[in-house]
């Protein structure tokens, strides 16, 4: 598998099939949001069930990454302002 690398790209994570979201894998989609930002690119996650949305919710992420309920809303998915919550770690 080859992955194209260049500011501008836009990841997009399917969470479709994703039934559940604990603090791990939160922490796993802020790592990947940070480091897609790292090379200029955007993360995107795309279609996730209720419980990871109340999941996302809860922890506050619905506000720093993008989510949309299906592929067509990604068109417009504005990524270019990173979110200072997303910065380095210190």
Known sequence: MRVSHGPGNLLVLDLSGV???DALGLGLLIATARR???FGDGLCLLAPSPSVAAALGAAGL???LH???DL???AGAVFAVPAPELGAAA
Do not use: D, N, Q, Y
């Open 19 to 21: 039934t559940s979201c």
């Open 72 to 74: 067509g809303t990604t």
């Open 67 to 69: 989510v949309h309920s």
């Open 36 to 38: 897609a930002r790292s």
């Open 62 to 64: 619905t506000r720093l």
